[in-house]
């Protein structure tokens, strides 16, 4: 019987483990289907030395509720980091913008500043953890952690985060609260927001209910 556990769990990581730890590199093909262990490897053959170029790192469009612009190179669009365990950020936050609460559920984070001041900081349930960061100033946001970003210095901040997952995914509380048809006294009875705030909030974000 433990045999057969031990058959099980193998066989079970064996499907799951990273196609780019038993290979030095996988690039990703991306006409196939994305799967727990990543994009299947683009044929040998087909890799040109192309595939590791990302192009068009610019400066994302900051006319938004959170004067926030963003250009991410992820495996959905940076092929060659499939599987690598890394993709990367660009951010741009204009004078009063920021990057609302949000987490990253299956990636840490990590900020690089390279203009301008901004605050960044996580919380927990017993405490938070906060810094004014400038020019050549990094900060580490554990896996999963509720953070949030905000220039709080003068002019347009800009900076990099990096991730420890090619395809990291985001969950933003804003948007989780008010851009959906999650009934408006539910959410302010559970939040203790008032009514009026959250069909107020519920319009801006597109939400209903």
């Given at each position: ?55 068009g ?83 580490v ?19 990099f ?49």
């Open positions: 019987m433990k045999i057969i556990h031990i058959l099980f769990y193998f066989t079970f990581f064996s499907f799951t483990i990273s196609h780019a730890s038993i290979n030095d590199f996988c690039v990703a093909d991306l006409k196939a289907s994305y799967s727990l262990s990543g994009y299947p490897c683009k044929a040998l053959a087909n890799i040109t030395s192309d595939d590791f170029v990302f192009h790192f610019v400066a994302g469009n900051t006319s938004n509720s959170f004067k926030l612009g963003i250009t991410t190179a992820s495996v959905a669009n940076f092929p060659a980091i499939n599987g690598l365990g890394i993709s990367v950020m660009r951010v741009n936050i204009d004078e009063g913008g920021f990057a609302p609460m949000h987490t990253h559920p299956g990636s840490t984070e990590l900020i690089i500043v390279v203009q301008g001041e901004i605050t960044v900081g996580f919380v927990t349930p017993t405490s938070f953890y906060s810094k004014a960061l400038k020019s050549g100033d990094l900060f946001i554990p896996q999963g952690m509720l953070h949030f970003v905000v220039n709080s210095g003068k002019g347009t901040a800009a900076g985060a990096a991730y420890s997952n090619e395809n990291p995914t985001v969950q933003q509380l804003d948007l989780l609260l008010f851009a959906n048809k999650l009934p408006s006294n539910l959410v302010a009875q559970t939040t203790l927001l008032d009514l009026d705030q959250v069909k107020k909030l519920k319009a801006h974000f597109g939400g209903s209910g």
